[in-house]
């Protein structure tokens, strides 16, 4: 009876419970950051960071067409003591606004005070803004009211749906687009054969602000959002091997159609990252650097990161279902393994007595 009892497992010891309770927690923790959309490390806006020179705040004074001005606008755009529009509640508008001061910042992150409100119900306004990193400024187009084939990053909050079939995404819709100046921009498809990433985002006719932030650092860009009034980043984009040059111009820019909206920019605020960088990288010339990006398929397609990295996308039902299988996998092999070496202590314990 003894021999028999020697090599039973003792499922009933509290010790082996709680080996076991302690590999489904870390298990489950594990599978949970690795699910949920991580917030970026977003700067919290300190103040000696702030890059004034290529900062656009209330009252604005550095704006207007002199020659010691730090930002020029064109078209519609007006600037108040509270905002500055881009384009009025009216139709076939266009305005931009643009930093005079190239920047030569490597590593830099961009907060956007914005506002686009009017009085189109659902659906029946547009087009939207976009926000630019790019090597020429002030040239009118047909992107959001600025030149297709740029050189540089964009950043499209686009308003209104023009692609019929693409139901698969709501709007507002924000997403990401970096061009060495041979890639259109497609407003019939809604910009997605050239899209690096986006996130859908109710941004328009909001009572309180909306705030979005762009983040490019070693090579990543990482966008994130707090439309939601919960003083809060959320993650919007996040994808690496980007490559940008030093020495381009920061601006926004809107455009409405035959819908329309108010577009306003409160502030822009950029803020330098101190980052450290390799030797080889200090040397290297960033202003010769072309616009790109090293996606393994077309951005269109790409939903893991070549660098490793998943980009953020909702969790589809396989999905749920692997992360549940390879959660039970875990707790059955943490089971298992416990259960051995409970079994091997007890038996180890015994010849002592």
């Excluded at 509270?82 to 009025?88: E, G, M």
């Excluded at 009118?140 to 079939?165: I, K, M």
């Amino acid at each position: 009876m003894a021999d028999a009892d020697r090599h039973k497992w003792h499922f009933t010891s509290p010790g082996l419970w709680i080996y076991v309770f302690f590999c489904f927690y870390t298990t489950l923790i594990f599978l949970v950051s690795r699910s949920c959309p991580v917030r970026g490390d977003i700067t919290d806006g300190n103040t000696e960071h702030l890059k004034r020179e290529h900062s656009l705040m209330k009252p604005y004074q550095g704006v207007g067409s002199s020659p010691s001005s730090q930002w020029d606008f064109w078209g519609s755009t007006l600037v108040t003591s509270s905002y500055v529009r881009l384009t009025p509640d009216e139709k076939s508008k266009q305005g931009s606004i643009w930093n005079t001061v190239p920047c030569h910042l490597k590593d830099w992150e961009m907060h956007v005070h914005f506002k686009v409100h009017g009085s189109g119900k659902k659906n029946l306004h547009g087009d939207g803004i976009a926000v630019w990193y790019t090597k020429d400024r002030l040239h009118p187009g047909s992107v959001f009211g600025s030149q297709d084939q740029f050189l540089g990053l964009a950043l499209f909050v686009d308003t209104f749906r023009n692609d019929l079939h693409g139901m698969d995404r709501s709007f507002p819709y924000i997403s990401a687009m970096v061009n060495n100046g041979s890639v259109n921009y497609d407003h019939g498809k809604d910009g997605r054969a050239s899209e690096l990433g986006g996130c859908s985002a109710e941004i328009r006719n909001r009572e309180h602000d909306t705030y979005l932030a762009i983040r490019y650092s070693r090579g990543r860009l990482t966008v994130m959002i707090d439309v939601e009034d919960k003083n809060e980043w959320k993650e919007c984009i996040d994808i690496g091997g980007v490559r940008l040059p030093t020495g381009y111009f920061f601006g926004a820019s809107a455009a409405t159609g035959d819908l329309s909206d108010n577009h306003d920019i409160i502030s822009m605020k950029l803020y330098q990252l101190m980052v450290e960088h390799t030797p080889e990288e200090e040397n290297l010339d960033w202003t010769k650097i072309e616009p790109s990006v090293s996606l393994l398929k077309s951005p269109k397609d790409n939903i893991d990161d070549p660098t490793g990295n998943f980009r953020g996308t909702p969790l589809t039902g396989w999905k749920v279902f692997l992360l549940l299988l390879c959660a039970l996998l875990g707790i059955v092999v943490c089971a298992v393994v416990g259960a051995v070496v409970f079994q091997k202590r007890q038996e180890r314990n015994k010849r002592f007595y």
